[in-house]
């Protein structure tokens, strides 16, 4: 009788136990982690992030960041971290976050009006891209690329009609 209330007991405190743990990973996969009061935040990640790099762009619109590297490691995100735009929205879990950063980049909105030399134009569009204007200089000044296109460096700049382009950043 008396082994019978011991196992029953353990038993108890088992289930206690393993009911704590199974609300601890719910908390930690399935609640709500966002920290800001907007409808949405953009974050862009940088190519050859790290994910303290992506903790360091999240860490601002997270309550808490050691639940969502703890998810992020589960779901292997941190030795596959893809560089982009991404929305974050208002109460999203850590799952939906490591998901979103993991196959939801959303594309940006490049604008440029009529400049005057290549330069201007790579200046204008690092602004609004990871680029940076000197490769993008670079890559507007390729000979070969001109050559390919049937241009010239003085006739290059025809190449680029100002309007709205929409590109991955």
Known sequence: ??????????????????????????????????????????????????????????????????????????????????????????GMTNNDIVNTLRSRNIPINIKFNNQERLEDLAGHISKQIEADSISLLKSMHDPQFLKEEGLTEETALCLYIPNTYEFYW
């Open 1 to 90: 009788m008396y082994i019978k209330k011991i196992l029953i007991i353990i038993v108890l405190l088992g289930a206690v136990g393993m009911g704590a743990f199974a609300w601890y990973v719910y908390n930690t996969a399935f609640s709500g982690n966002t920290a800001f009061n907007n409808k949405e935040a953009h974050v862009y990640i940088p190519t050859n992030a790290t994910i303290n790099d992506v903790v360091a762009e999240l860490g601002p619109l997270l309550r808490d960041t050691e639940t969502f590297v703890t998810i992020a490691n589960q779901k292997k995100y941190t030795s596959n971290i893809k560089p982009g735009h991404f929305i974050i929205a208002k």
